[in-house]
């Protein structure tokens, strides 16, 4: 069966239906010695209008598949997925990755504006919200350098400012801040939650750290290792906006993050054992032993 990603031009709010749905998901991928790969199996998920769900599960469950299937990059084996309350001239989603997402050979404004520019927006539009999304990630002053000239924090505040003013459906984020250093990334976390606040749009993000999960998100989804499927939804009940450093200090915040691990471990040790059974030899080496 093929992969079926539809849009419905009903809005989400108004027939309650999720923003994302996902049924009966199927990933499998045919690699070489005719084996195949099952990255996700029988996945459901359904995503409010408005949340900001985090993906956390042990390396190769399937995370990425499942956030490259929502954005259309890769073809599903089975099952369905829904984006509903498109709106006609928007994209349906924009994706920012861990590396750089960015054109290197446009200077920062015109990565910022490149979505809006394709699809025709006018002038004015272009420069308010160019203007507005560059401000708000502090990049005002660089909107005339090139991506070779900034710092791998600036050239991530880039790809933020770029996927919010495209103004998508959702937006897919693949651990958009994992190269980055401590520093860098409690700042960005700051600023990805102020910029969100304005729009609350519906967000699907990547991330290894429950940290970063816990700070972020308004739900948590820990996925099994591989085949990838959702073990358990884990509710983060904190206020927004929040402060993301004043957060850290409360009793509640530890007892998630411990939470988390507790469903994460089991699946992290699983993913370790089929990574040592895949590396296990299959046939004797060269020479007697
Ligand atoms: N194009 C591909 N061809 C073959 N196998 C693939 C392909 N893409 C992904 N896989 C396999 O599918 C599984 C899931 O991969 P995926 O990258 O989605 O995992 P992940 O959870 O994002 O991992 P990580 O946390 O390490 O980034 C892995 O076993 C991976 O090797």
């Known amino acids: 069966m093929s992969n079926t990603i539809a849009s419905t031009s009903t809005t989400a709010s108004a027939t309650d239906e999720p923003k994302i749905k996902i049924r009966g998901l199927d990933k499998r991928f045919d690699v ?8 996700l199996e029988s ?22 598949t499942l956030l490259r299937m929502l954005a259309g990059l890769e073809a599903a084996t089975s099952g369905t997925i829904e984006v509903n309350g498109g709106t006609a001239g928007r994209p349906e989603n924009s994706m920012v990755f861990q590396g750089d997402s960015i054109f290197p050979w446009m200077s920062v404004w015109d ?54 003013a495209n103004d998508p459906e959702i937006l897919l984020m693949d651990e958009p801040f994992s190269a980055l250093d401590e520093q860098n990334k409690t700042l960005l976390q ?15 993000f990547i991330t290894h ?6 700070t972020l998100s308004d739900r948590i989804m820990v996925m099994s290792a591989q085949p990838g499927t959702a073990k358990a939804f ?13 957060l850290r200090h409360r009793p509640e915040y530890g007892a998630i993050v411990y939470d988390i691990w507790q469903q994460l471990r089991e699946e992290v040790e699983r993913a370790k054992q089929q990574a040592e059974a895949k590396k296990a030899p299959t046939r004797r080496g060269l020479f007697r032993r």
């Open 43 to 64: 996945f459901d998920l359904d995503v409010p209008q408005g949340q900001f769900l985090t993906i956390v599960g042990p390396s190769g469950c399937g995370k990425t």
């Open 111 to 164: 990565n910022a504006a490149y979505g809006l520019a394709v699809r025709g927006a006018s002038r004015s539009e272009i420069k308010d919200t160019v203007g507005h999304y560059l401000d708000a990630t502090g990049l005002t002053k660089f909107a005339d350098a090139y991506p070779h000239q900034l710092s791998g924090g600036m050239r991530q505040r880039v790809s933020i400012a770029r996927a919010f």
């Open 32 to 39: 070489s010695g005719g084996h195949v790969v099952t990255a």
């Open 209 to 214: 750290s429950v940290d970063e999960a816990v």
């Open 234 to 246: 884990i509710d983060v009940p904190f206020e927004r906006p929040r402060d993301v450093l004043e």
């Open 190 to 204: 700051a600023e990805l939650l102020r910029i969100w606040d304005e729009s609350r749009k519906t967000v699907v």
